[in-house]
């Protein structure tokens, strides 16, 4: 393929890229985290500082804020009293990652610089675009096509980095392999921050190459400002760091040319500083003095403390932060039926392999194994995209916060260009048939569109199967609000209940006329239409539903239609255990259902014998606790809460069950420090922050609990027994 031919398909692929992305772009609605970073980039224009949302860097969200200084955008009041902190959740995280009650750690006033209002970013992006101030589908659209446009830009860097390693046919191959992988058409149209990273992430690595060939100041200087550039666009792109020294190493040692190289990473660093003092001009005071007694309620880190005075600028530095923090608490993740805080090392191997269409697969082993094979005449600049792609996939590995693909995005793209140049070096049989594995992999693409988020491969059991392996962003991302009121529509439906993951506002900005439902509430329904998403229907607090209940429709593949008045599953589970009396899990389902139907002695009796089998399950000795309070036995019910909690420390639902039989024992302190607790892992259980208020106020706290049944109504507003209760406290008041 020649120069004309190679830009010609290239070019041609790329538009076929972005086409692919313009129906997503106007179907979906708000994911979970675009509305804080559209708002938060348009905040950051207008030169509100950038306390808002500082766990994420600013550059990446101001690109995609840059449309909306063009646009009639109005900022509601209420994110405004949020911005300027006149209001607010009670609930913050410490830098260290766990949650704290405001009170705890801002007795005076939030105004604090050290504050990270985390729970206000999601309330300020939702009011931002779902208040009814805005159209949120122009204020997304814009937005989006900026990430369009990174990514494209990435596809360019791909083919022109190839282009230089292996020749035109390689850099066609090259973004082929990119433009049709379904990962990057699924978050390259979001407002997000991986993209960008992605991008100079990408053009680092290729620009630190260069300078190893043919070291200068002036490609010292373009690739620290590569490497500043991608920092201010997310900040796990530190990994820089270890991937180049590497880099440096396997280049320079044989040669041992060190001559020099301290003053080559010494320009880079200067001009990777440049980036990051210029991007977060004019905030380059340095954070205030903190006493050592608020920086250990803070969860403030000891090095910040020490080297506070120097670290300009402190946003930064307060980020890079936070980010170390919440690595260092996890987040709760799941992966093929469980859950966990702390993840798994093996989680984004796994999310790549059922994530990644088969072709692309096959393509990328067979580039790995020609380039493995052709080691012994070992070259440099054709290992570096392999290397680099390994060492970030090790570092991602031995993270914590497993919640997404979309993380490895950067990963991707170094193995398109360590693949495509691997067959543009062979023969043009070779080339063809790496053509053909492109063609296949069209035709997976061109099937998948527009659903790229959901996009599962066959091997997984394709989109419908997805939930069972993975959810979050990885699935079920709150992307589907239209699609859900285009169901109601046309099914005819006034009065679904709905447990729906995502930003609460979109569903009454479209119009869905449905009622927000919790796991407790819905147990109490015999009768009507439920909906449910996928990251919902897979958690523990829906086990009964799974267990009890059949789906009747879906919506896409996100979420989930049941009629709860469908007959039990009872005989499934009785069937089962007559074929394996030591499956422990069907003993828990039939439990279940046992409870369900008014039969609590026999559901105990099962709770039991699940437990016997497997005692280490949190879950069954939570929902045991329930039955025993059903039957009045509140003591033996305290054992089996605090053992869940003891097995599973993060178990919101146990803290406040716990919570519920202490205070109803008269134990109210005792009470409210679980209830509390519950609300610092699961900021927005409304249940739980009704029953802190109800606490609250017989303890005689009646502000406190005023507090308390006015943000529980924020998050559920049609949460009766608080409506009742906060009309009766007033009145007395």
């Given at each position: 393929m020649n120069k004309h031919g190679a830009i010609l398909v290239s070019g041609g692929l790329l538009i076929l890229m972005t086409a692919l992305m313009a129906t997503p772009i106007r179907e979906e609605s708000a994911t979970m985290d675009e509305g804080v970073f559209l708002a938060a980039g348009y905040n950051y224009w207008h030169g509100l500082g950038f306390n808002f949302d500082p766990e994420a860097p600013p550059l990446a969200k101001m690109i995609s804020a840059t449309p909306l200084l063009f646009l009639d955008v109005k900022l509601p009041p209420e994110a405004q009293q949020l911005l300027t902190r006149q209001v607010g959740s009670t609930v913050t995280r410490r830098w260290s990652g766990e949650g704290q009650l405001v009170d705890e750690g801002f007795p005076v006033a939030r105004d604090n610089w050290y504050f990270w209002p985390v729970v206000d970013a999601q309330t300020v992006g939702q009011a931002f675009l779902y208040g009814g101030a805005n159209d949120a589908t122009r204020l997304?659209?814009?937005?989006?096509?900026?990430?369009?446009?990174?990514?494209?830009?990435?596809?360019?860097?791909?083919?022109?980095?190839?282009?230089?390693?292996?020749?035109?046919?390689?850099?066609?191959?090259?973004?082929?392999?990119?433009?049709?992988?379904?990962?990057?058409?699924?978050?390259?149209?979001?407002?997000?921050?991986?993209?960008?990273e992605t991008l100079l992430f990408v053009l680092a690595v290729w620009g630190f190459t260069v300078l190893l060939e043919r070291p200068s100041a002036g490609r010292a200087v373009l690739c620290g400002l590569a490497c500043g550039g991608a920092l201010v666009m997310k900040f796990s792109a530190v990994v820089l760091a270890p991937i180049l020294l590497v880099l440096m190493g396997l280049e320079a040692m044989p040669k041992r040319q060190w001559r020099g190289w301290g003053k080559h990473l010494a320009v880079m660093a200067l001009a990777a500083g440049g980036v990051v003092l210029l991007v977060y001009a004019p905030y380059w005071t340095p954070a205030p003095p903190l006493s050592p007694e608020q920086a250990t309620r803070l969860g403030v880190p000891a090095w910040f403390q020490l080297l506070r005075p120097v670290l300009i600028p402190p946003d930064f530095f307060k980020g890079l932060a936070l980010v170390a923090g919440h690595e260092s608490a996890g987040h709760i993740s799941y992966l093929w039926g469980q859950w966990r805080r702390t993840g798994w090392w093996y989680y984004f191997p796994v999310a790549m392999a059922v994530k990644t269409p088969l072709p692309l697969l096959a393509l990328t082993a067979v580039g790995l194994g020609l380039w493995l094979r052709g080691l012994r005449q070992f070259s440099f600049p054709q290992a570096a995209p392999w290397l680099a792609a390994v060492i970030y996939l090790v570092f991602a590995m031995v993270g914590t916060i497993d919640i997404g693909v979309r993380h490895l995005l950067p990963m991707f793209a170094l193995l398109a260009v360590g693949s495509a140049s691997q067959f543009g070096l062979r023969s043009r049989r070779v080339q063809?048939?790496?053509?053909?594995?492109?063609?296949?992999?069209?035709?997976?693409?061109?099937?998948?569109?527009?659903?790229?988020?959901?996009?599962?491969?066959?091997?997984?059991?394709?989109?419908?199967?997805?939930?069972?392996?993975?959810?979050?962003?990885?699935?079920?991302?709150?992307?589907?609000?239209?699609?859900?009121?285009?169901?109601?529509?046309?099914?005819?439906?006034?009065?679904?209940?709905?447990?729906?993951?995502?930003?609460?506002?979109?569903?009454?900005?479209?119009?869905?006329?449905?009622?927000?439902?919790?796991?407790?509430?819905?147990?109490?329904?015999?009768?009507?239409?439920?909906?449910?998403?996928?990251?919902?229907?897979?958690?523990?607090?829906?086990?009964?539903?799974?267990?009890?209940?059949?789906?009747?429709?879906?919506?896409?593949?996100?979420?989930?239609?049941?009629?709860?008045?469908?007959?039990?599953?009872?005989?499934?589970?009785?069937?089962?255990?007559?074929?394996?009396?030591?499956?422990?899990?069907?003993?828990?389902?039939?439990?279940?259902?046992?409870?369900?139907?008014?039969?609590?002695?026999?559901?105990?009796?099962?709770?039991?014998?699940?437990?016997?089998?497997?005692?280490?399950?949190?879950?069954?000795h939570n929902n045991l606790g329930i039955a025993l309070v059903r039957l009045g036995r509140a003591q033996d019910a305290i054992g089996h809460y605090e053992q869940a909690l003891r097995i599973r420390p993060d178990f919101a639902g146990a803290h406040d069950n716990l919570g519920v039989v202490l205070a109803h024992l008269g134990k109210?302190?005792?009470?409210?420090?679980?209830?509390?607790?519950?609300?610092?892992?699961?900021?927005?259980?409304?249940?739980?922050?009704?029953?802190?208020?109800?606490?609250?106020?017989?303890?005689?706290?009646?502000?406190?609990?005023?507090?308390?049944?006015?943000?529980?109504?924020?998050?559920?507003?049609?949460?009766?027994?608080?409506?009742?209760?906060?009309?009766?406290?007033?009145?007395?008041?």
């Open positions: 997304l659209a814009a937005g989006r096509w900026m990430q369009v446009v990174l990514t494209v830009l990435t596809g360019i860097v791909i083919f022109f980095w190839l282009r230089r390693l292996a020749g035109d046919a390689a850099g066609a191959l090259g973004v082929a392999l990119w433009s049709l992988n379904p990962v990057a058409l699924a978050y390259g149209h979001l407002v997000l921050t991986d993209m960008g063809l048939c790496a053509w053909l594995g492109i063609g296949w992999l069209l035709v997976v693409t061109w099937r998948a569109h527009p659903h790229f988020i959901e996009y599962f491969n066959e091997a997984a059991g394709g989109p419908p199967n997805g939930y069972r392996w993975l959810v979050d962003s990885n699935l079920d991302w709150g992307q589907d609000a239209k699609q859900l009121k285009h169901f109601l529509d046309q099914q005819g439906i006034t009065n679904a209940d709905l447990a729906c993951f995502g930003p609460r506002r979109s569903i009454g900005y479209y119009g869905i006329s449905g009622r927000r439902i919790t796991s407790g509430e819905a147990r109490g329904i015999h009768s009507g239409t439920l909906i449910i998403s996928a990251s919902v229907l897979v958690s523990p607090p829906w086990d009964w539903l799974r267990a009890c209940h059949e789906p009747v429709a879906r919506i896409g593949y996100t979420m989930f239609v049941y009629h709860l008045g469908d007959p039990e599953t009872k005989e499934r589970w009785e069937r089962m255990l007559r074929i394996n009396p030591h499956d422990a899990r069907a003993h828990y389902n039939l439990a279940i259902i046992l409870e369900r139907t008014g039969q609590p002695l026999a559901a105990i009796a099962h709770y039991e014998e699940a437990l016997r089998i497997q005692p280490d399950s949190a879950d069954a109210a302190q005792e009470a409210l420090g679980h209830f509390e607790q519950a609300l610092k892992i699961d900021p927005d259980d409304a249940p739980a922050r009704y029953n802190l208020a109800v606490a609250l106020e017989q303890a005689g706290r009646i502000q406190e609990a005023i507090r308390q049944y006015e943000q529980a109504l924020r998050i559920q507003p049609d949460l009766l027994q608080a409506q009742s209760n906060l009309a009766r406290v007033r009145a007395v008041r």
